[in-house]
T-cell receptor, first 115, second 112 residues
Framework: GAGVSQSPSNKVTEKGKDVELRCDPI?????LYWYRQSLGQGLEFLIY????????KSGLPSDRFSAERTGGSVSTLTIQRTQQEDSAVYLC?????????????FGEGSRLTVL | AQTVTQSQPEMSVQEAETVTLSCTYD???????LFWYKQPPSRQMILVIR??????QNATENRFSVNFQKAAKSFSLKISDSQLGDAAMYFC?????????FGKGTLLTVNP
């Protein structure tokens, strides 16, 4: 696709339910990132993929959070047993090279609301 | 933790005027990159300007320019001839290796 695509755009769920957020990066981009943006906060790094591997998953807040990437393309971020503090916008970004030096291309994010 | 600090949570500017957004950062590395990203209400982050730390010359992109002071670890963004479409959240970010670390952002309002 032309840009980074994320789905769903908005998700409302009940506390304790599991949710899956999907990211479809720009074709050919080997690096993929998940960030979390909470109200009034900056972007909090969650996890980085290079291809299908995740060399850095240090930002995942707890073991309720997991992510995978398949085929060097689509990534899924899964949150199990959601809590109200998980409410945030989850942003996905991809880049041709590792993002420290290059431009990150962001999706429009998935807004998660946990009731 | 190596941090990025934006000391102005909110700023406002009159249309056609100039505004400067501040950013300071912490790093122990000598080679790194600095970025300003813009986030309009659509939520999609867009790169505004990029600066390579080893370059002394300040980056410029049309109406956007930076004042990069490496010794002071300061990286401010100047927006000239502000337009209504510049209204957004602006994030400063520092990149090294594979990761970008972002500040908490500055909400810019442009008054007609």
């Amino acid at each position: 696709g032309a840009g980074v695509s994320q789905s769903p755009s908005n998700k409302v769920t009940e506390k304790g339910k599991d949710v899956e957020l999907r990211c479809d990066p720009i074709s050919g981009h080997t690096a993929l990132y998940w960030y979390r943006q909470s109200l009034g906060q900056g972007l909090e790094f969650l996890i980085y993929f290079q291809g299908n591997s995740a060399p850095d998953k240090s930002g995942l807040p707890s073991d309720r959070f997991s992510a995978e990437r398949t085929g060097g393309s689509v990534s899924t971020l899964t949150i199990q047993r959601t809590q109200q503090e998980d409410s945030a916008v989850y942003l996905c970004a991809s880049s041709l090279v590792a993002g420290g030096t290059g431009e990150l291309f962001f999706g429009e994010g998935s807004r998660l609301t946990v009731l | 933790a190596q941090t990025v600090t934006q000391s102005q949570p909110e700023m406002s500017v009159q249309e056609a005027e100039t505004v400067t957004l501040s950013c300071t950062y912490d790093t122990s590395e000598s080679d790194y990159y600095l970025f300003w990203y813009k986030q309009p209400p659509s939520r999609q982050m867009i790169l505004v300007i990029r600066q390579e730390a080893y370059k002394q010359q300040n980056a410029t992109e049309n109406r956007f320019s930076v004042n990069f002071q490496k010794a002071a670890k300061s990286f401010s963004l100047k927006i000239s001839d502000s337009q209504l479409g510049d209204a957004a959240m602006y994030f400063c970010a520092r990149g090294s290796n594979y990761k970008l670390t972002f500040g908490k952002g500055t909400l810019l309002t442009v008054n007609p």
